[in-house]
């Protein structure tokens, strides 16, 4: 990827990209910025547990589950391998990680207040080969692949690789890591569209695909981030999560209560409820529900997410 500065307002100049000398430079960068490059919040670096270090602890909490961060510089390692090792490290030694997160935020956590389903591994590297980009062209690989690169003007890019594959990581068959995937997918899941359309009826999943292509036309820089209770739509951060009924969608627009006119009185206030979605705004949605008018809501959420 070509990056360019612009200079006298209409000439364009080359940026030259320069390199991490160390995975240390690019591990201290990342620690720094965790909550605005993933909304993730940094737990512990360097984090021994049995005869493992783990570079990078984080806890999202978004998910209410960990997340781990590896730093890499060379391509002579296997993501799959490495990725399901450090998930089942974390599967077997809970109370260590637990343990961890609780004097980090001083207080005593349970087993139960972790969502260990929705663990995760995040590889940050320069670039990826692609031998391991193809190795993680599944459909449910809890793994997130970012490279990262700097600029000379002082600026850094980081572009994540997504799948579009439909194959499950279970039709991976080999001897040495099988045993390992088996057991790390029993209790490690990663959610997706095709799951939350299971639970809504046909009319419900058309409401559903109505509203979804009149938020993506809000903007190129939205994705879609399916969690274990929603689907959320992000820009920044979340601006508004949908959670699946069998008679009607839930909508949480991710704005403070009262910031948003709502003449038609269709947002309850949940500030002070329990909810899994971000946001004070509960919409319930369903064929009656007119979209135009709710469409004016979620855009506003939307644009305040710009920063």
Do not use: A
């Amino acid at each position: 990827m070509k990056v360019f500065k612009l200079s006298n307002k209409s000439n364009l100049q080359e940026v030259d990209q320069l390199s991490f000398k160390l995975e240390k430079n690019i591990q201290d960068l990342v620690e720094k910025n965790t909550e605005s490059v993933f909304n993730i919040k940094f737990i512990q670096s360097e984090l021994s547990v049995d005869k493992y270090r783990i570079d990078t602890l984080c806890y999202d909490s978004e998910t209410n589950s960990f997340v781990i961060i590896e730093y890499k510089k060379g391509s002579s390692y296997s993501v799959i391998d490495q990725g399901y090792t450090y998930l089942q490290l974390l599967l077997n030694n809970k109370s260590d990680f637990l343990l961890v997160l609780s004097q980090h935020f001083n207080k005593v956590l349970k087993m139960e207040d972790i969502d260990w389903s929705q663990s995760r591994i995040i590889f940050v590297s320069p670039s990826f080969n692609s031998y391991q980009k193809d190795s993680v062209n599944f459909k449910d690989l809890p793994f997130e692949l970012w490279e990262i690169r700097k600029y000379s003007n002082d600026t850094v890019v980081l572009n994540q690789h997504k799948s579009n594959s439909k194959e499950s990581i279970e039709t991976l068959k080999t001897s040495k890591t099988n045993s390992v995937i088996s057991q790390v997918t029993r209790e490690v899941k990663v959610y997706s569209e095709e799951k939350h359309l299971g639970h809504g009826s046909d009319e419900i999943n058309e409401i559903y695909f109505k509203l979804k292509e009149r938020i993506m036309d809000l903007g190129s820089d939205i994705d879609i981030i399916p969690r274990k209770e929603y689907i959320g739509f992000k820009r920044s951060t979340n601006f508004v999560d949908i959670e699946f009924q069998k008679k009607q969608l839930k909508l949480f627009i991710n704005m403070k209560f009262g910031s948003i006119p709502d003449p038609m009185n269709i947002c309850r206030d949940v500030s002070n409820v329990g909810h899994y979605g971000n946001g004070d705004y509960e919409v319930k949605v369903n064929g009656t529900t007119d979209l135009d008018y709710l469409m004016v809501l979620i855009k506003q959420s939307y644009n305040d997410k710009e920063h």
